[in-house]
């Protein structure tokens, strides 16, 4: 074991460890029972905005966006752009919405305006999309362990699985978010500073980038708007299926059903947009430069943009940007495990057993799906490697009409 993943993995457990049994101290301390799914509604503004733009940072903005840009070129920002747009929506639009009805779940929304039985066939559909993130997420957790480690992708999936798990497992939501604000910081920090030091380290630099593919004539991967047909084909597809669906996704709205209140929604969106939106840069810059060069560009576009990085960097800066990178990863992977797990307990169990299930009740059922969920979706690493963009864009769209049944019911 290299002393890169040794580092990355002692500072995933004194963070996630160390939170956790914070969290769990409190809980003992005080006799209050863990709300999982909105931990007790008092999220403020830093612990909300950052959640939210981390949340929706996760397999596709980091791998996939490398692996993207690697095959499309510049174009795969506009999956980033998307989600800037998404930051507006959910911050002026559907995140005060559900705050405001103080609802847990989507499915528990859908209920509310059209009945039990629209309510269960939403819970059926929507822990179904997110179960499919999930194991998108764990693919990318798989990746970026395999090029710090060298181990097969299916092995370095199931110890990201076990880091993913651990880091909602105990204190749910809330725990969740407190990650979330370590994580930010060393996220950003590292990023800008490993952006400016590849200009230094590439061999040709940032302008042998540019030149190779005006040389190829491949020019119009240097442009965010790249060819007709991707603006159209990939640009516009993933602008509608990010907006629609993610804005009435549990993923992302549990965050807002956990905020304190509207007024920390609304507020959010100058912190939420700004992090959530520019993080894409680095991760595409890294796809372009890795498909210029050979001995990163014949390892296909999976693996390209992640070796290049753990290669030309640093040992010190290799492990702040790791850490920052999986810390992306875990909690998207967190809040999409604990999504379908709460819209099952919830929507599923409690909501067709007289009387419900009592706080204990829930937190457990909700601790044991987060645990089988992770398991899972680790074990289908092993057999099935999607495009992680093409994957995840056509998991939007199972949710993307819902949007409007929402907007119609209210």
Request: aromatic share 10%; glycine share 10%; net charge positive.
């Amino acid at each position: 074991m290299n002393t890169v993943l040794i580092l990355v993995i002692l500072y995933n457990l004194l963070v996630i460890g160390g939170i956790g049994l914070y969290l769990a101290r409190i809980e003992r301390a005080t006799g209050a029972v863990t709300d999982m799914a909105t931990g007790g509604r008092n999220a403020n503004l830093a612990m909300f905005s950052v959640t939210l733009a981390i949340t929706y940072l996760g397999s596709a903005h980091v791998y996939g966006l490398m692996e993207m840009s690697f095959v499309l070129g510049a174009v795969a920002l506009w999956f980033s752009f998307a989600h800037t747009i998404l930051m507006c929506v959910v911050c002026l639009g559907t995140g005060q919405w559900v705050r405001r009805l103080g609802c847990s779940t989507i499915p528990e929304l859908i209920g509310l305006m059209y009945g039990k039985q629209m309510r269960t066939i939403t819970a059926c559909i929507g822990a179904m999309v997110v179960f499919g993130l999930v194991t998108l997420e764990t693919q990318t957790l798989g990746i970026g362990i395999s090029a710090i480690s060298g181990w097969s992708l299916g092995w370095a999936a199931v110890v990201g699985a076990f880091f993913g798990t651990a880091y909602v497992t105990m204190g749910g939501i809330k725990q969740t978010m407190w990650v979330n604000l370590v994580n930010a910081v060393v996220m950003y920090g590292s990023i800008i500073i490993a952006g400016i030091y590849l200009a230094f380290v590439l061999p040709e630099g940032w302008e042998g980038v540019r030149q190779h593919y005006i040389a190829n004539d491949q020019a119009f991967k240097l442009s965010i708007f790249g060819t007709p047909d991707l603006m159209v084909g990939f640009s516009l597809a993933a602008v509608f299926s990010v907006v629609f669906s993610q804005s009435v996704n549990q993923q992302g709205m549990a965050a807002a059903m956990s905020a304190k209140d509207e007024k920390v929604i609304r507020r959010s969106l100058w912190i939420a947009a700004p992090v959530n939106g520019l993080f894409g840069v680095f991760p595409v810059l890294c796809g372009l430069a890795a498909a210029t060069i050979p001995e990163f560009a014949e390892l296909g576009p999976k693996l390209a943009g992640a070796t290049l990085v753990v290669t030309l960097l640093p040992t010190w800066l290799v492990v702040l940007l790791q850490a920052g990178f999986l810390g992306a990863l875990l909690s998207t992977f967190a809040m999409s495990a604990l999504a379908p797990a709460t819209i099952f307990v919830k929507d599923i169990v409690g909501a067709n057993i007289k009387g419900g299930l009592t706080p204990i009740e829930e937190k457990r059922y909700i601790q044991r799906l987060i645990i089988l969920i992770g398991a899972l979706a680790a074990a289908l690493t092993f057999f099935n490697h999607p495009n992680v963009i093409r994957a995840i864009t056509w998991l939007f769209a199972w949710l993307a009409p819902l949007f409007f049944v929402i907007v119609a019911g209210l």
